[in-house]
């Protein structure tokens, strides 16, 4: 497998998120792309839209990314890992850690100087956001995603 955070691979995941980002109860609101992973916030009303959403996603970006690559077969090792968040503190922490994943991951490699600039590949990048096409996240439409995260400091 590539690096995620390559341009080529990195282009086949946002074409995915746009296309994926709004469906049936589920709403991509944030996400962070590693090397060999990504960790998303996502919106949904019901576990079975969770699941169909994740499921969609999922689907979405492993052929894009199969046809990057020149490969077939699957893209993801595992199901994926989910945390219900329930409090303005949890949100905050996860927000927090979503989108500074990957200066965690610079220092674990030793790369201090990364931490201070904004990750070019999460939703919260200029880049991002106001690139060309569509756009790869949705605006939250929860209490806790909206603005009760704000309440925990």
Same mark, same amino acid.
């Given at each position: @497998? ?25 709403? /991509? ?8 992973? /990504? ?14 959403? @994740? ?33 303005? &503190? ?32 999460? &939703? ?20 806790? /995603? ?8």
């Amino acid at each position: @497998m590539w690096n995620l955070r390559s341009r080529r691979c990195f282009s086949a995941i946002a074409t995915a998120f746009a296309g994926g980002r709004e469906r049936d109860g589920f709403r /991509l609101i944030h996400f962070s792309v590693q090397g060999n992973h /990504l960790h998303l916030v996502v919106e949904a009303l019901d576990a079975e839209c969770l699941s169909r959403g @994740m499921q969609g996603l999922t689907i979405r970006i492993a052929k894009r990314l199969n046809r990057v690559m020149g490969r077939r077969g699957a893209v993801f090792a595992d199901r994926y890992h989910e945390h219900v968040l329930r409090s303005p &503190s949890e949100v905050a922490r996860a927000l927090a850690y979503v989108l500074g994943n990957f200066a965690v991951h610079a220092r674990r490699r030793g790369d201090w100087s990364v931490g201070v600039e904004i990750d070019p590949y999460c &939703s919260v990048s200029v880049e991002v956001q106001l690139g060309p096409g569509p756009p790869l996240i949705s605006e939250p439409r929860t209490w806790l /995603l909206c603005s009760g995260w704000r309440m925990a400091g």
